[in-house]
């Protein structure tokens, strides 16, 4: 019974710290967006971001504003209606099931049915798509 009542206590003096971390661990994983985003901003990589290089990053994104709405108006009206608006996410949608399944496909056959081979596999494409999407925006920004 001691053993019982200690094992609780121990729990539940633990049980802080473990949720703690994981609070501080989520908002960590919730400004990787905008230290991305700062990252492509600072050009010259002083840790700063100089009124040009905020400029320079505000007309990158408004040049990929520009093309995602010409995307977007399929019949050229310079309008977006709600039905371009909705075949277009339906499209998109469409090509990153087809490709999440291409690479399911793809893991599962490399994998030969060992599971948790197939989740490292999985995990490490993740990353790999992570970097070049960020390679892409960078690259974006320098050039």
């Known amino acids: 019974m001691t053993k019982y009542i200690t094992v609780l206590l121990a729990m539940f003096l633990v049980l802080p710290v473990v949720a703690d971390d994981h609070k501080k661990a989520k908002a960590k994983r919730a400004l990787e967006p905008l230290r991305d985003l700062f990252v492509m901003a600072d050009k ?9 290089e905020h400029e320079d990053f505000i007309s990158m994104q408004a040049e990929k504003g520009r093309q995602r709405f010409a995307e977007l108006d399929t019949d050229n009206d310079n309008s977006v209606s709600t039905k371009e608006a909705k075949a277009f996410a339906k499209e998109k949608i469409r090509k990153m099931r087809e490709k999440r399944k291409e690479i399911g496909e793809k893991i599962r ?5 060992d599971r948790m081979r197939e989740r490292e596999r999985y ?13 892409e925006n960078l690259s974006g920004i320098i050039n």
């Open 44 to 52: 010259d990589k002083d840790g700063a971001i100089s009124y040009l």
């Open 123 to 135: 995990d490490e494409y993740r990353r790999m798509e992570e970097m070049k999407n960020k390679k």
């Open 109 to 113: 056959k490399e994998s030969k049915g």
